[in-house]
């Protein structure tokens, strides 16, 4: 198994992470946080991830045997602007998205088409971390939210934060509920 980078672990426990959780980790790679995170949510949780990669897919696959024969693990190729919940498939209580063009504004087009679907996808009083990102697009949705969220510490453009900071921001994450993602 590929340790985790500092950076990525410091992510990982900064993450309100507990048993039976269901998290979706957007742009997965090759699955190295989306395994610390399933040893975390164990048992009864349960991490899917997402990665536009089959390439990074693969990696995750092979490199996450036990965990998926666990149960507690899968994959899925796709992005997260197309993203859906399968047929039957429960939302997800934390979504993560580490360095994703597609929520943290590098990519706005494609930022407007994916944040509709994070919220598609995340249960009542679910939470979304994104890194990086600096503001989250309006959406309607009854539900109070924070529409700025501060957690530009990850746009490479600084020096590594301490874990407080991650925290801080952590704090911070957008709260929906699922009934107003949907308007």
């Known amino acids: 198994m590929t340790p985790l980078s500092s950076r990525l672990k410091l992510v990982l426990d900064a993450l309100p992470l507990r048993r039976g ?3 979706l980790e957007v742009g997965c ?3 190295a ?3 610390a995170m399933a040893a975390r949510v164990a048992p ?3 991490v899917l991830g997402l990665d536009r990669s089959s390439r990074a897919i693969a990696q995750a696959v092979a490199g996450s ?3 998926m024969a666990a149960g507690i693990m899968s994959f899925r190729q ?3 602007e197309e993203f859906a919940l399968a047929a039957g498939e429960a939302p997800f209580d934390l979504i993560v998205a580490v360095r994703v063009g597609a929520l943290d504004g590098r990519h706005p087009e494609a930022q407007a088409k994916a944040w509709p679907r994070l919220y598609a996808a995340l ?4 939470r979304i971390f994104v890194d990086g990102v600096e503001s989250t ?8 939210r924070r529409e700025s969220i501060d957690a530009g510490y990850t746009t490479g453009t600084g020096p590594l934060p301490d874990t407080s900071e991650i925290l801080e921001a952590v704090a911070e994450v957008v709260k929906v509920s699922r009934a107003g993602s949907r308007k």
């Open 44 to 46: 009864g949780g349960h």
């Open 29 to 31: 790679g090759p699955g």
């Open 137 to 144: 697009p309006a959406i309607a949705s009854p539900t109070p």
């Open 123 to 126: 249960a009542q009083g679910g």
């Open 21 to 23: 959780l269901r998290v």
């Open 33 to 35: 946080l989306a395994r």
């Open 78 to 80: 796709g992005t997260i």
């Open 65 to 67: 045997a036990s965990e």
